[in-house]
C-alpha cells in the first residue's frame, strides 16, 4: 500500500522535466522584460532631462527650428529646437511609403495571382536579396548613384530628401512586398471561386475582391515599412545632407532624427544638454517605435476577415 502511495505522489521525471522547462522559461521571460524595462526607463528619464533638469521649454524644443545645444540665443535660451529634424524625419519616410506601395502591390499580386509560379522563381531571390543588403551598401549606392543622378536632373547639390526618399524606397520595398504577399495567401479561396462564379473577370476579381479584402494586412505591411525607414540611420545619412536645417523643398540638405543623433552623440559630454538633448531625440523615435506597433496591432484586430 506504501509503495502504491510513493509511486502516485511522486513526481515522474516527465513531470520533472515539464517544472525545470517553464521555470527556464519564466526565468527568460523576465530577463526580457528586465531588459526592454531597463532600455525604457534609462532613454525616458536621460530625454526627460532637457525638460526637467535643463529646464527647456517643450515647445521651445518641438516648434523651433534651429539646432544648437551647445549655444544660446540673445535671450539666454538654449537652442535646441528639433523641428528640422522631425520634419526630416516624416518627410522621408512618408514619401518612401507611398513610392514603395504601389511596387509592392503590383510585385505582391503578379506573384501571388498573376504568375505564382513564374513569379516565385524570378522575383522571390530578388525580394531575399534586397533584404539582405546591408544599410551602408544601399547608403553608398545612394551617394554614388543616387546623389550625382538627382543633381543632374533636378539640380542642386544632390544631398537631400529627394535621394533619401528614393533610397528608403528600395529598403523598404522588400519589406512590404513579403508582408503582404502573405496578406494575399491568408484571402479565402473561395472569396475568388465566388467572384469568378458571378460572372467577374480575373482582374475584376483581383482589384475588387482580394485587394479589398487584404487592405488590413496592406496597411500592416505599410506601417511596418514605415517603422523601419522611420528608425534607419547609416543609408539616409550618407545621402541626406545633413544639414539641421528646415527643408523648403525636396532637394534642400536636411537632416533626420537618426542622422543628427548617430552623428552627434560621440561628440558630447554625459550629462550636459547637447548630451541630454539627442537622448531626447531618442525618446522620440522610442515613442514613434511604440506607436507604429500599436497601430499595426490595432489594425490586425480589427482589420480580420470576417
Known amino acids: ?37 531597463s532600455i525604457l526607463f534609462m532613454i525616458t528619464s536621460r530625454g526627460l532631462s532637457t525638460f526637467i533638469q535643463d529646464k527647456v521649454p517643450v515647445s521651445d524644443f518641438f516648434t523651433k527650428s534651429v539646432w544648437n545645444p551647445s549655444a544660446v540665443d540673445a535671450n539666454g535660451r538654449h537652442l535646441v529646437g528639433a523641428l528640422p529634424m522631425i520634419v ?23 506573384m501571388n495571382e498573376i504568375s505564382p509560379k513564374r513569379g516565385q522563381r524570378i522575383l522571390q531571390p530578388v ?19 543616387v546623389v550625382p543622378l538627382t543633381r543632374q536632373l533636378f539640380g542642386g547639390t544632390g544631398f537631400g530628401i529627394l535621394s533619401g526618399t528614393f533610397v528608403l524606397f528600395v ?41 479589398r479584402a487584404s487592405v488590413p494586412g496592406l496597411l500592416t505591411a505599410i506601417i511596418f515599412g514605415m517603422a523601419r525607414a522611420f528608425g534607419e540611420a547609416l543609408a539616409v545619412q550618407m545621402v541626406i545632407g545633413n544639414a539641421a536645417l528646415l527643408p523648403h523643398n525636396l532637394l534642400s540638405p536636411a537632416s533626420t532624427l537618426t ?15 547637447p548630451n541630454n538633448a539627442l537622448w531626447t ?15 499595426t ?6 482589420g480580420g476577415l470576417k
Open 88 to 110: 526630416g524625419s516624416f518627410s522621408v519616410t512618408i514619401l518612401a511609403a507611398l513610392l514603395a506601395t504601389p511596387f509592392a502591390i503590383a510585385t505582391a499580386v503578379f
Open 259 to 273: 542622422s543628427v543623433l548617430t552623428t552627434g552623440i560621440g561628440n558630447t559630454v554625459m550629462g550636459t544638454l
Open 171 to 211: 529598403m523598404v520595398l522588400p519589406t512590404i512586398t513579403s508582408m503582404y504577399i502573405d496578406s494575399l495567401k491568408s484571402v479565402p479561396r473561395f472569396y475568388r471561386e465566388a467572384s469568378l462564379a458571378l460572372g467577374a473577370t480575373r482582374w475584376q476579381t483581383i482589384s475588387r475582391v482580394v485587394i
Open 1 to 37: 500500500m506504501d509503495q502504491i502511495k510513493n509511486e502516485l505522489t511522486h513526481k515522474s521525471k516527465a513531470s520533472k522535466q515539464d517544472v525545470r522547462g517553464r521555470t527556464i522559461a519564466f526565468i527568460c521571460i523576465a530577463v526580457i522584460m528586465l531588459v526592454v524595462l
Open 281 to 295: 531625440l531618442a525618446l522620440i523615435l522610442l515613442v514613434m517605435s511604440l506607436l507604429f506597433n500599436l497601430l
Open 297 to 302: 496591432r490595432y489594425i490586425g484586430r480589427k
Open 127 to 145: 525580394i531575399e536579396l534586397l533584404v539582405g543588403i546591408p544599410s551602408v551598401v544601399y547608403g553608398f549606392i545612394g551617394l554614388t548613384v
